[in-house]
Nanobody
Framework: QVQLVESGGGLVQPGGSLRLSCAAS????????MGWYRQAPGKQRDLVAE???????NYADSVKGRFTISRDNAKNTVYLQMNSLKPEDTAVYYC??????????????WGQGTQVTVSS
């Protein structure tokens, strides 16, 4: 069993910064990719940023230049540094991981979500 635990959400003023963390734990053989998605009320869940095991990074156009994804392999943790936040960044942010578990099967896991609210 694998769990993804997110932290770091909250309320921030426009122009401010937040750092999200997502730690994967359990029977993990290897992590193929980890990333962040977000879902605003009444909208679909969209990719924000993702990072592969080969350190390739992919960002949504709306966050390029403002958000940075990084990873600590030793801790099986992925981070999302969010700068210059805008009200339209308000959403529930979900961590997603594609990984190979100890039984050598590939699975996809989602975190529980963390609320990010950008408002004055």
């Amino acid at each position: 069993q694998v769990q993804l635990v997110e932290s770091g959400g909250g309320l921030v003023q426009p122009g401010g910064s937040l750092r999200l963390s997502c730690a994967a734990s359990g029977s993990i053989f290897s992590i193929l990719r980890m990333g962040w998605y977000r879902q605003a009320p009444g909208k679909q869940r969209d990719l924000v940023a993702e990072m592969t095991s080969g350190d390739s990074r992919n960002y949504a156009d709306s966050v390029k230049g403002r958000f940075t994804i990084s990873r600590d392999n030793a801790k099986n943790t992925v981070y999302l540094q969010m700068n210059s936040l805008k009200p339209e960044d308000t959403a529930v942010y979900y961590c997603k991981a594609n990984l190979v578990t100890g039984d050598r099967y590939e699975y996809q896991y989602w975190g529980q979500g963390t609320q990010v609210t950008v408002s004055s």
